[in-house]
């Protein structure tokens, strides 16, 4: 069974940063692109970034471009976001996403909240 | 940016009832579009993609056509289990945008 599951989430100060994982299972994850998706609370779904299959490519949406690092590591099937200078506006679901492609989403992990908020 | 315009926002229907969403992209997007059903408290769902092909495990009531700048999310015979959240989504170019979101609720 193809999963995904995030895990580093929680409440940070604004400014602060987070690591988000995403542990890929059931699949050949060096062999896909890979996706976060974020969607704030009663709010609809923002793409946020994704990295191809070798890690080499890297795109981001213009609102966290700068702040947030995608990477990966294939030895390990695990998805990272390195998220700095973290705003109130970031606070939101993220989740890790894999692109069976060509740019569509599936599965969704199951997302995980961030919340910035002093 | 491509942006994606939805309508309508929500839908109130009955079981039984026949559902249209629409989804209209700013730009031609040829058939790189998704749809993605998306239930209270639960990830989205890959529904329809390529704007007409169904995703397995979602049964035929649900269809998608359209290409260009135009597309629309049909359910045949609206079930319980179909009230939800659907977002269509373009894959042509990046950023990847979403529609804002249609809400199918019980009337």
């Known amino acids: 069974e193809v999963q995904l599951v995030e895990s580093g989430g929680g409440l940070v100060q604004p400014g602060g940063s987070l690591r988000l994982s995403c542990a890929a299972s059931?699949?050949?994850?060096?062999?896909?692109?890979m996706h976060w998706v974020r969607q704030a609370p009663g709010e609809g779904l923002v793409w946020v970034s994704r990295?191809?299959?070798?890690?080499?490519?890297?795109d981001y949406a213009d609102s966290v471009r700068g702040r947030f690092t995608i990477s990966r590591d294939n030895a390990r099937n695990t998805l990272f976001l390195q998220m700095s200078s973290l705003r109130a506006e970031d606070t939101a679901f993220y989740f890790c996403?894999?692109?069976?492609?060509?740019?569509?989403?599936?599965?969704w992990g199951q997302g995980i909240l961030v919340t910035v908020s002093s | 940016d491509i942006q994606m315009t939805q309508s309508p926002s929500s839908v109130s229907a009955s079981v039984g009832d026949r559902v249209s969403i629409t989804c209209r992209a700013s730009?031609?997007?040829?058939?790189?579009l998704a749809w993605y059903q998306q239930k209270p408290g639960e990830a989205p769902k890959l529904l329809i993609y390529a704007a007409s092909s169904l995703q397995s495990g979602f049964p035929s009531r649900f269809s998608g056509s359209g290409s260009g700048t135009d597309f629309t999310l049909t359910i045949s015979s609206l079930q319980p289990e179909d009230f939800a959240t659907y977002y269509c989504q373009q894959a042509n170019s990046s950023p990847l945008t979403f529609g804002g979101g249609t809400k199918v609720e019980i009337k």
């Open positions: 996403v894999r692109d069976p492609g060509p740019g569509w989403f599936d599965p």
């Open positions: 990295i191809n299959s070798g890690g080499s490519d890297t």
């Open positions: 059931g699949f050949t994850f060096r062999s896909y692109w």
């Open positions: 730009q031609g997007i040829s058939t790189w």
